[in-house]
């Protein structure tokens, strides 16, 4: 067999030395694998006998939706023509780091099993896009405001549940000031400004809080006023994900009361790319969506 190709793990790093996060790791393991399959001309069948799994383990392993045992990776790398001692001990390594526990295990009792593979993406996102329709978005909250949210949207939590899920949500922002921060671009419905979840001051500490962030160079923030003629054909809260290592593709996530939807096609991708792109253009600028903010803050001081 010709010697397998393993070049494309050299881009699996983010520039910095540091290994992306699990949820993201593992998406690049499981296409590695599938190139590495396809090249040989090995199929799924022959592959799953090898590691006494059956086809679709190998399928959720290749789309890096489950987790890897070190023995399985090694049994197929040696199937796949993966002689370098090298290259083996590089995606062997990668596959440790994978399986490491992630940030948010210590907030586990908070999150519904398909939120989880979330915070793997958007930590390793490098660009977050966006809209909301009833509410500030969580990365853009204050911790009062997403106390209130929080308390409200779980009405029999108990309050340690409540506090987990405030903590977890403010540890989720860091992806905006660590010292290489993601790019979000929010377009938010003029409605989430107005819709009163909390007190007075607790709105105009959030409406001040948006003001700040907007001024930041990495943030773009845009309002879609009342009087704006676009709509989103009845699409709730959408984020898009977009990833520095060019072999995963954009994710589209669309959360619903218990359950989420992860969309990896383009002919799923693309038409969320061109709705945010006309919600982007329908929009006020975010120098107008500023002034805005500034004067809703301003208002409620009245």
């Given amino acids: 067999m010709p010697a397998a190709d393993m070049s494309d793990l050299n881009d699996v790093s983010d520039g910095s030395g540091l290994w992306s996060a699990p949820t993201t790791l593992r998406a690049l393991i499981g296409a590695q694998l599938r190139r590495l399959r396809e090249a040989q001309g090995v199929s799924r069948e022959e592959a799953a006998f090898l590691i006494r799994g059956s086809n679709s383990k190998i399928s959720r392993m290749e789309a ?24 083996r001990a590089s995606l062997l390594a990668l596959v440790e780091q994978a399986n490491a526990p992630s940030w948010w295990q210590e907030y586990r009792e908070a999150i519904p099993d398909w939120f989880e593979p979330f915070l793997g993406l958007e930590q390793d ?20 405001y997403a106390r209130a ?21 403010m540890r989720r922002q860091r992806v905006l000031t660590r010292d290489d921060p993601a790019r979000l671009w929010v377009v938010l419905d003029e ?3 107005h819709r009163r979840v909390a007190g007075e001051a607790i709105m105009r500490a ?6 700040k962030m907007s001024e930041l160079p990495h943030v773009t923030i845009q309002v879609l006023p009342f009087t704006s ?5 009845g699409l709730g809260p959408v984020t898009i994900l977009r990833f520095p290592q060019q072999q995963l593709p954009d994710v589209v996530y669309i959360e619903q009361l218990t359950t989420a939807q992860y969309l990896t096609k383009s002919a799923d991708v693309l038409p969320h790319h061109a709705l945010m792109d006309e919600l982007g253009l329908a929009a006020l600028p975010p120098e107008r969506t500023a002034g805005l903010l500034r004067e809703l803050a301003a208002a409620k001081t009245g």
Avoid at 69 to 85: M, N
Wanted: overall charge negative; aromatic content about 6%.
């Fill in 64 to 87: 890096g939706r489950t987790g890897f045992k070190a023995r399985d990776v090694a049994d197929l790398l040696t199937l796949y023509g993966v002689t370098d001692d090298g290259a």
């Fill in 125 to 144: 996102a490098c660009l977050i896009r966006a809209y909301e329709v009833q509410l500030v978005p969580g990365l853009l909250q204050t911790e009062d």
């Fill in 149 to 169: 949210v929080i308390t409200q949207g779980a009405e029999s939590a108990g309050s340690h549940s409540v506090e987990q899920r405030v903590a977890l949500r």
């Fill in 206 to 211: 959030q409406w001040e809080h948006l003001t």
């Fill in 191 to 193: 409605a989430a400004l």
């Fill in 229 to 233: 003629s676009a709509c989103a054909g």
